[in-house]
């Protein structure tokens, strides 16, 4: 018997559905909401394809006592929805910032599911981040409204390397500060 291991990690309400820590019953979805390459091209982190493993590997981490990152899970069981619509991540920086990225399956895109998150996580604050940071890359112009939908400023222009892609790719940062 495999038994999910229990994370310092607070449950948030969001207006539809929670944000809840990662279990490793959700590596089947990840992984087929993770390996599509849609929704992979539109991260910096997810290869694609996924090699196996890949998820697993992930969950574990996420659930190491020394993660620098908090990942839940955008779940709307409760509300009669889907068990794992995206996953939203919280990455701890020095001085009291955080980087928050997300991605939502492209089953869930254009329901407001991704604003709904990041608003939920930047208001909860669950690590009481004096500023938090994002970056999206240029061609994902759905996620920079989500950003400035949920009050993050445009900073500048940067580049990333993107796995899925295989390439360097050019970015905008934003950040909000606390209110």
Same mark, same amino acid.
């Given at each position: 018997?495999?038994?999910?291991?229990?994370?310092?990690?607070?449950?948030?309400?969001?207006?539809?559905?929670?944000?809840?820590?990662?279990?490793?019953?959700?590596?089947?979805?990840?992984?087929?909401?993770?390996?599509?390459?849609?929704? +992979?091209?539109?991260?910096?982190?997810?290869? #694609?394809?996924?090699?196996?493993?890949?998820?697993? %590997?992930?969950? $574990? *981490? &996420?659930?190491?006592?020394?993660?620098?990152?908090?990942?839940?899970?955008?779940?709307a069981t409760g509300a009669g929805g889907p068990?794992?619509?995206?996953?939203?991540?919280?990455?701890?920086?020095?001085?009291?910032?955080?980087?928050?990225?997300?991605?939502?399956?492209?089953?869930?895109?254009?329901?407001?599911?991704?604003?709904?998150a990041v608003a939920a996580l930047v208001e +909860?604050?669950?690590?009481?981040?004096?500023? #938090?940071?994002?970056?999206?890359?240029?061609?994902? %112009?759905?996620? $920079? *409204? &989500?950003?400035?939908?949920?009050?993050?400023?445009?900073?500048?222009?940067?580049?990333?390397?993107?796995?899925?892609?295989?390439?360097?790719?050019?970015?905008?940062?934003?950040?909000?500060?606390?209110?």
């Amino acid at each position: 018997m495999k038994m999910d291991v229990v994370i310092d990690q607070p449950v948030i309400e969001a207006e539809r559905f929670v944000l809840r820590p990662l279990r490793t019953s959700d590596a089947g979805l990840i992984g087929l909401y993770a390996g599509d390459e849609r929704v +992979a091209r539109m991260t910096s982190s997810i290869p #694609h394809p996924l090699p196996p493993g890949t998820v697993e %590997a992930f969950i $574990a *981490r &996420v659930h190491a006592a020394d993660r620098t990152e908090d990942v839940w899970a955008m779940d709307a069981t409760g509300a009669g929805g889907p068990e794992l619509m995206g996953v939203i991540t919280l990455r701890r920086l020095g001085r009291s910032q955080g980087e928050v990225s997300f991605w939502v399956a492209p089953a869930f895109w254009n329901g407001q599911i991704a604003t709904a998150a990041v608003a939920a996580l930047v208001e +909860a604050n669950p690590r009481d981040r004096s500023a #938090h940071f994002a970056t999206v890359l240029q061609d994902n %112009a759905a996620s $920079a *409204r &989500v950003l400035t939908k949920c009050g993050f400023r445009y900073l500048g222009d940067a580049e990333v390397y993107c796995v899925a892609r295989g390439a360097t790719v050019p970015t905008w940062t934003y950040s909000r500060t606390r209110d």
